[in-house]
């Protein structure tokens, strides 16, 4: 049987924000010694801002952004946002079709009829696509069209406010280990893990290689590890369901992402996840 106080935990954590779908997840969230982290949208405000144009191949800067808006156009995931609102005017979704988003890579469209490929070094080169190795501190967009390559954007997302002292947070409630995933450059990942003080990170990551890396770090050698895996569940729905317990971002998180989660955030914010940490123990009798 359920113990009544298991109640009293769900229902407390609703009042901070924290949805718990079941007692157990509380029962497992109280022994996380884990956390896994995506990055984007999830330790930084995926609100990212163009802060770069580098036309390449004859272009100018506006045809660049208007290409990448275009082909961007159909998608949801947070740099898309960020790069149609660089672009400012409306875009036309009529010259648009065959759009198509590549996980974790980026995406191919038909803009006017011709092939248009906006998106990470990985997707340039998977289309057989030269770019240019670009030394800069930030995520880039290399767009081509027709196979030529066109030049790049250089974007900018930032960490959230309450991120580095959710991890300071978490290493004081005994939290061994807090490692952040992400399909970002290394450049970018090794910056935000430094400025976050997280243990350990992982950078140009598939959504399948994000699925292995947690298998890995549940199956360590050290003894089994309860993890908590949080993500915004664009490109990470599945590591949200293999985690002991799947932490979802709910306001600007996905659909998927709070099917997938165990326990949602309603707000994003980092610090309800050793908030709802502290309250699962108090309910399992634990003291922090
Ligand atoms: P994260 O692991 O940081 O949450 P994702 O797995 O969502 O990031 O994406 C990884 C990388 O794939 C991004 O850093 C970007 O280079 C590329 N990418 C993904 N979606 C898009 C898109 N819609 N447009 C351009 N690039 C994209
Ligand atoms: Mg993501």
Redesign the pocket.
């Known amino acids: 049987s359920v113990p009544l106080s298991f109640f009293g935990g769900i229902g407390g954590a609703s009042q901070i924000g924290v949805l718990v779908k079941g007692s157990n997840y509380l029962e497992a969230l109280s022994e996380v010694d884990t956390v896994v982290f995506?990055?984007?949208?999830?330790l930084t405000n995926g609100t990212f801002d163009v802060v770069a144009v580098h036309p390449a191949g004859g272009v100018q800067n506006d045809e660049l952004l208007e290409l990448a808006a275009h082909a961007?156009s159909f998608?949801d995931?947070p740099?898309?946002a960020s790069?149609r609102r660089a672009y400012g005017a409306q875009v036309d979704q009529s010259r648009v079709s065959d759009a198509a988003?590549e996980?974790?890579?980026?995406?191919c469209a038909r803009i006017d009829g011709r092939e248009v490929l906006?998106?990470?070094a990985?997707?340039m080169a998977a289309h057989g696509v030269e770019a240019p190795a670009c030394d800069v501190v930030g995520?880039?967009?290399h767009v081509a069209t027709d196979g030529r390559y066109l030049g790049h954007v250089v974007i900018a997302d930032t960490v959230k406010d309450d991120a580095a002292q959710t991890i300071g947070d978490l290493h004081a409630a005994g939290v061994r280990r807090c490692v952040m995933?992400?399909?970002?450059?290394e450049e970018?990942a090794a910056a935000v893990t430094a400025q976050l003080g997280l243990d350990e990170y992982h950078a140009q990551?598939?959504?399948a290689d994000?699925v292995e890396r947690v298998e890995a770090l549940l199956s360590g050698e050290e003894g089994h590890h309860k993890l908590a895996f949080v993500?915004?569940g664009?490109?990470?729905a599945p590591v949200l369901t293999r985690a002991d317990v799947g932490i979802a971002m709910g306001a600007m998180g996905s659909d998927a992402a709070i099917e997938a989660a165990d326990v949602v955030l309603m707000d994003d914010k980092p610090s309800n996840i050793a908030r709802a940490m502290r309250l699962a123990r108090k309910t399992m009798g634990i003291v922090w």
């Open positions: 995506d990055k984007t949208g999830t961007e998608s995931h740099i898309a790069v988003e996980s974790g890579h980026g995406v906006v998106g990470n990985k997707l995520t880039i967009l995933l992400t399909g970002d450059r970018v990551l598939l959504p994000k993500g915004d664009i490109n990470d």
